[in-house]
């Protein structure tokens, strides 16, 4: 009889579906967002550092998803790598759009 964390995890197959489409999501928005923000001029900064954190989300949902159907402690490691990265690139951002103005 299986266990009920057991049962709630995904096969192999369908999280390296999901989880390619959500990282490959992550670069659209990410490429958007560099794009906007090259057009925008003056509010680069905060535009880039807005989209940027959006994709890194997704990213982060990538991780989760892959994750969730591999359940070792290097997938928890990098993980938790994606989010520690994503905070520091997010605030180092935000800081820098503040002080831009």
Same mark, same amino acid.
Not at 24 to 46: E, N, P
């Given at each position: ?26 670069? *659209?928005?990410?490429?958007?967002? &560099?794009?906007?923000?090259?057009? !925008?001029?003056?509010? $680069?900064? +905060?535009? %880039? /550092? ?5 994709? *890194?989300?997704?990213?982060?949902? &990538?991780?989760?998803?892959?994750? !969730?159907?591999?359940? $070792?402690? +290097?997938? %928890? /490691? ?17 800081? !820098? ?5």
């Amino acid at each position: 009889m299986e266990t009920p964390i057991a049962a709630a995890r995904l096969s192999s197959d369908l999280a390296s579906i999901l989880a390619t489409a959500t990282a490959g999501f992550a670069c *659209l928005v990410i490429f958007a967002g &560099a794009i906007s923000a090259l057009r !925008a001029g003056r509010h $680069t900064g +905060t535009l %880039l /550092a807005t989209y940027l954190g959006i994709g *890194l989300e997704f990213l982060l949902a &990538a991780g989760l998803i892959r994750l !969730a159907a591999i359940d $070792t402690f +290097t997938m %928890l /490691a990098l993980t938790s790598a994606i989010i520690a990265v994503r905070r520091t690139i997010v605030f180092g951002l935000r800081q !820098a759009a503040r002080a831009a103005g």
